[in-house]
C-alpha cells in the first residue's frame, strides 16, 4: 500500500504540472495575441498617418506653387503700377480742399426735391 500512496501522489504531482503547463500555454498564446492585436493597431495607425502625411505635403506644394504664383502678378503689378510713384502717393495723401461759400451756394441740390 505505500507504493500505491506513493504513486498517487506521484500521479496527483505530475497532474498538477500536466495542468500548470495547460495554463502557461494558454496565458503565453494569450499574451502573444494580445501583442500581435497591439501591433497590427500600431501598423494600422502608422499607415493611416502616413496618408495624411503625404496629403499634407500634397497640400504644401500646392500652396507653394499658388503662392509663387500670386508673388509673380503682385511683382508685375507693381512694375506698372502708377498708385505706388512717390508723387501719387504725396498727392493721395494731401485732404481734399473744402469748397468755398460761393461754390456751396452755386451747388445744385435737386437731390432734396
Given at each position: 500500500m505505500a507504493t500505491c500512496k506513493t504513486e498517487d501522489k506521484d500521479l496527483k504531482a505530475e497532474f498538477?504540472?500536466?495542468k500548470k503547463r495547460e495554463r502557461n500555454r494558454a496565458a503565453a498564446y494569450k499574451s502573444r495575441q494580445k501583442h500581435t492585436q497591439h501591433a497590427d493597431a500600431l501598423h494600422k495607425e502608422f499607415e493611416s498617418l502616413e496618408k495624411d502625411n503625404a496629403a499634407l505635403r500634397k497640400e504644401i506644394q500646392r500652396l507653394q506653387?499658388?503662392?509663387?504664383y500670386w508673388s509673380k502678378i503682385l511683382q508685375q503689378h507693381e512694375d506698372t503700377c502708377l498708385l505706388?510713384?512717390?508723387?501719387?502717393?504725396l498727392e493721395l495723401q494731401k485732404p481734399a480742399p473744402l469748397p468755398s461759400p460761393?461754390?456751396?451756394?452755386?451747388?445744385?441740390?435737386?437731390?432734396?426735391?
Amino acid at each position: 500500500m505505500a507504493t500505491c500512496k506513493t504513486e498517487d501522489k506521484d500521479l496527483k504531482a505530475e497532474f498538477g504540472v500536466v495542468k500548470k503547463r495547460e495554463r502557461n500555454r494558454a496565458a503565453a498564446y494569450k499574451s502573444r495575441q494580445k501583442h500581435t492585436q497591439h501591433a497590427d493597431a500600431l501598423h494600422k495607425e502608422f499607415e493611416s498617418l502616413e496618408k495624411d502625411n503625404a496629403a499634407l505635403r500634397k497640400e504644401i506644394q500646392r500652396l507653394q506653387k499658388e503662392q509663387a504664383y500670386w508673388s509673380k502678378i503682385l511683382q508685375q503689378h507693381e512694375d506698372t503700377c502708377l498708385l505706388l510713384s512717390p508723387d501719387i502717393i504725396l498727392e493721395l495723401q494731401k485732404p481734399a480742399p473744402l469748397p468755398s461759400p460761393r461754390e456751396i451756394n452755386q451747388m445744385s441740390f435737386d437731390f432734396y426735391l
